[in-house]
């Protein structure tokens, strides 16, 4: 409570100072009757925000923070060091920072109207004006396309985003010279760079490009220059450049040859607002994208950008919090790095802009009150005035499918939520050069935990000690490789041969995706091209019985072949085995899983040869018990093993996995269920529902038409689930007998309780 009335007292103090700084008037250095500033703030959002100073808290508070962030900057004084570092570096992260606060002061400027903001934004833009025309390329040679503040053009392109909008904030405050000075010497050849002098990041599909874009677009509008904004826009005219992708930071020029902001909004955007890389690049992307619209809004009105193919800009920005876990967290798909959540500063902006520019969806607040803080900007305060009022509403986040590709036509990730359960199934298409090899995989939470996991990717971001804090070779090695996911594996090989030229050719395709019965959610997808002459076909169902407390899951994987094959399907759980229902060798040393394909990363570590039972494999994790209960074959193997095995450096996490293979077979169906059943309290020393619900599962029918399980619980229940394989018409009538029984249904799935 004490802590508590000082925090306030504190806040009314600097709110004071704050209101006594915005009451001040400062003589400008010009008399410009320009309309500047205009890109994020604007003259009208100005003066509201000071009209409103004091009465808005979320707005005040991040305002103050703003501020003595800013002043503690002030006073240790302006750095502008020589280029040399990668990620985490010293030189790289001041460079970073000063972006950042650049930026920031430029606000402060605005909104408090004092001079001392406007002169520190000033001195720094002209210290880099001294140091910029003397400056090489980056020493740091492994980027495809390096920049000269930075090691690649990429964070180039984030600085001059950010000083853009600092430029604009303090443009009407310098003279006409200094002005002149600024572009001529900084600003229009920064811009040149970036584009000019390296058009194959420029140039292409990808989030680079789109920061590179918008990095010219945002000082094109700041200096009110048109052509170097159809420059951004459009992209370079008359530049030939490889259309081919050969390395990891390329991109591609899309199917229509188009370049340029628009076709970077164009291609990777699924008419649902998913972005093809997956979330963790979509958050980055979504602040280029987001910002840049804003600006094009507020001074070009007539682009309608909001607007453009169907608002997918406003779309992405609920889609992104829709492929967030309970706590915020992204979900990881392709490369993305755990722990990434929309309590990001780039995801502040995205919702405060969504609500702002998309028709004040109640929804947003909420995310914005757990975000705590708004942007200092039109939006932020459009935010704060809506929660003040009193117009927030909670965003629920439901079942989803949100398709992938241009046209909404490759695949799509499917997100089957019950209760606490969230699972997300990932049948989409290869998602640029950061997608990994891992179709038709899946992962698991559990009330915000990660249960059935997704390695993400492999890089510690930042971190200079790994590798300058950027990808690491593991991340070809192992994370991209599909062994690394919840996915079937053919013959130790990836999908596509683990070529990004043949997977991105490819995408899976939506069979089934229902979610109007909320105690059987389904989502079933088909892949065809991972492996010649293999076509693979997973249905995976979310069961909500009320006699328990949590839905389990039931996970359908069907393949069949033109010969024979080894099969291995792994799950990547978190947390210690309890116990196994099979008899597992534990071997002295552990062995390394195989050669290469990421195999070369696994070790075994214990050994089972299944006689055709049902096995059943308990773990605990953050308090909680799990199972695996699944069917098999006479002769299948499960492994028991971890990641880790040839990792010299230790860049990999050494995490377990259970494996199931199936060797010698052409076609092969596995089926298990997991569920969370149970709990420990550590304090009482007690374990609840410990073991399985589940009693049994039995394949009764399985052919090409149809497929049919049998899960019986330990309350006494049987359900019968039934999956038309070959017809997914939602008007179809099937009758598929059992037995001495027939089963008449409408639509590609039945769910019957038998009993």
């Known amino acids: 409570m004490k802590t508590n009335i000082l925090h306030k007292a504190f806040l009314f103090f600097v709110l004071a100072a704050l209101c006594s700084c915005a009451d001040k008037t400062t003589s400008s250095k010009t008399t410009s009757s320009s309309t500047h500033p205009s890109l994020i703030l604007t003259k009208t959002g100005v003066e509201n925000i000071r009209t409103h100073l004091g009465t808005i808290p979320i707005f005040d508070e991040t305002l103050a923070a703003t501020k003595a962030e800013v002043d503690a900057e002030i006073d240790n004084g302006i750095e502008v060091p020589i280029p040399k570092d990668y990620s985490g570096g010293h030189t790289h992260e001041r460079h970073k920072k000063n972006f950042f606060i650049l930026q920031k002061a430029g606000a402060l400027y605005q909104i408090l109207d004092n001079e001392t903001y406007a002169k520190y934004v000033k001195d720094m833009l002209f210290a880099y004006a001294t140091l910029y025309p003397t400056l090489p390329v980056h020493p740091k040679t492994r980027s495809y396309a390096r920049g000269k503040l930075f090691w690649q053009c990429l964070n180039d392109s984030n600085w001059l985003v950010y000083a853009s909008q600092a430029y604009d904030c303090i443009y009407d405050y310098l003279t006409t010279e200094e002005r002149a000075n600024l572009e001529t010497n900084l600003f229009k050849p920064f811009a040149d760079f970036i584009s000019k002098g390296n058009p194959k990041f420029f140039n292409r599909v990808h ?403 299944t006689k055709g039972e049902t096995i059943t494999f308990n773990w605990l994790h953050n308090n909680k018990f799990y199972s695996y209960t699944a069917i098999t074959a006479p002769n299948d193997t499960v492994i028991l093993g971890s990641i880790g095995a040839n990792d010299p450096e230790y860049n990999l996490r050494n995490e377990p996995a259970l494996i199931l293979r199936k060797k010698g077979v052409k076609d092969a169906l596995f089926v298990s269920t997991i569920q969370s059943h149970g709990t420990y309290n550590p304090v009482f020393e007690t374990a609840i529902n410990a073991y399985s619900h589940i009693k049994s599962i039995v394949v009764v029918h399985n052919s090409k038409a149809y497929t049919a399980i049998q899960i019986e619980t330990d309350n006494g229940k049987t359900k019968l689930i039934i999956i038309s394989n070959e017809n997914n018409d939602a008007s179809k009538t099937h009758t598929l007998a059992l037995g001495d029984k027939v089963y008449t249904w409408k639509g590609p799935f039945k769910c019957k309780e038998l009993n």
């Not at 950061?434 to 009330?447: A, E, I, T």
């Not at 002295?588 to 696994?602: E, T």
């Open 207 to 609: 989030n680079h490009s789109t920061w590179g874009n918008v990095a010219v677009g945002m000082i094109a509008l700041a200096m009110d220059d048109d052509s170097l904004l159809q420059r951004a826009l459009y992209g370079l005219k008359d530049v030939n450049i490889d259309r081919d992708l050969k390395d990891d930071d390329g991109g591609y020029i899309n199917r229509d040859g188009k370049i340029g902001f628009f076709a970077n909004l164009d291609e990777p955007f699924s008419p649902d607002g998913y972005f093809t890389e997956g979330p963790y690049y979509q958050r980055y992307a979504s602040y280029p994208f987001l910002i840049f619209a804003q600006a094009l809004q507020n001074k070009k009105p007539e682009l309608k950008v909001f607007k453009h193919k169907d608002s997918v800009l406003l779309k992405s920005i609920t889609a992104l919090i829709n492929l967030s876990d309970k706590d915020g967290d992204f979900f990881l798909l392709n490369d993305a790095q755990k722990g990434m959540s929309y309590y990001t500063s780039a995801l502040v902006s995205a919702v405060d802009i969504g609500y702002h520019f998309g028709g004040q969806n109640p929804e947003l607040l909420s995310i914005a009150q757990k975000q705590n803080k708004v942007a200092l900007d039109d939006a932020g305060l459009a935010v704060a005035l809506g929660i003040k009022d009193g117009k927030t509403k909670p965003f629920v986040k439901k079942s989803i499918e949100l398709s992938d590709g241009p046209e909404g036509n490759q695949g799509a990730v499917g997100i089957l939520r019950s209760e606490a359960i969230e699972v997300v199934f990932k049948y989409t298409a290869h998602g640029l050069s950061h997608g990994h090899f891992d179709k038709l995989s899946y992962s698991l939470f559990d009330n915000g935990d990660e249960v059935i996991q997704d390695y993400g990717l492999a890089r510690y971001v930042n971190v200079e000690q790994k590798g300058g804090g950027n990808y690491l070779k593991e991340n070809k090695t192992w994370a991209k490789q599909s062994i690394a996911h919840n996915t079937l594996v053919q013959n130790e090989t990836s999908h596509f041969k683990g070529k990004y030229d043949i997977g991105s050719k490819y995408h899976s395709n939506s069979y089934i995706f229902n979610v109007e019965n909320k105690n059987i959610q389904i989502a079933s997808a088909k892949e065809d091209n991972a492996y010649p002459g293999t076509k693979l076909h997973r249905t995976m169902v979310t069961i909500k019985d009320d006699s328990y407390h949590n839905p389990y899951v039931l996970d359908i994987m069907r393949v069949s072949a033109t010969s024979s094959n080894q099969y291995d399907l792994p799950i990547y759980y978190l947390g210690q085995i309890m116990q196994t229902s099979f008899e597992y060798n534990k071997l002295p040393v552990p062995q390394i899983l195989g050669k290469n394909n990421g195999y070369q990363h696994l070790y075994k570590e214990a050994i089972a040869t």
